[in-house]
């Protein structure tokens, strides 16, 4: 559902937990305003800064040190992504977002509240997030996620056949359906 920018602006009265929850700041490498590769439509994507698992021929790896990149504000992100009506979603990638579920989850929140999708990358697997691991932020992320990529990126099985991943192992995952059943259903492509 398109939701134009006027209205999504007008959706910000916060209450105080969320006004509290969007002056926190995360730390991130980088945004892209409008990817086309991330998910489907036009995506605002968030890179976390910060992944412990440093994996061969990652294509970010200026994101894997967690004392370096930027700190923002969930507002200052939420201010961008509320400023294009063109927007599907948006997308959580890395470094590892579920190290920074906390910050994150009253952005995902908000994006749903205006009828844009939540995707999500991880190294993590879907039955470690919903068991609280990292922590338990996490599991709540994962449940404001419309879709979970997860599994760390595996040069040895990499394929440029693949549609939103970019080795054969990791899985793309509706999380909703997922959560339903009790196992994990992967997103038909
Ligand atoms: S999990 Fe993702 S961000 Fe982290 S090192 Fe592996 S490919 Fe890079």
Redesign the pocket.
Known sequence: MDIPKTDRVSTAIKTADEAQAFDETVRIAGTVDDSIVDGPGIRFTIFAQG?K???PG?H?PQ??DFSAGTDVTIEQLWQRIAANPLLSGITFS???PFEQAAGLTALAQRARDVGLSVWAYS?YFYDELIVGIPSPEATRLLELCDVLVDG??IQDQRSLELKWRGSTNQRVIDVAASWKLGFVVELAQ
């Open positions: 992944c698992r440093k994996c990652c970010n994101s894997h890395g470094g590892e190294g760390a990126y």
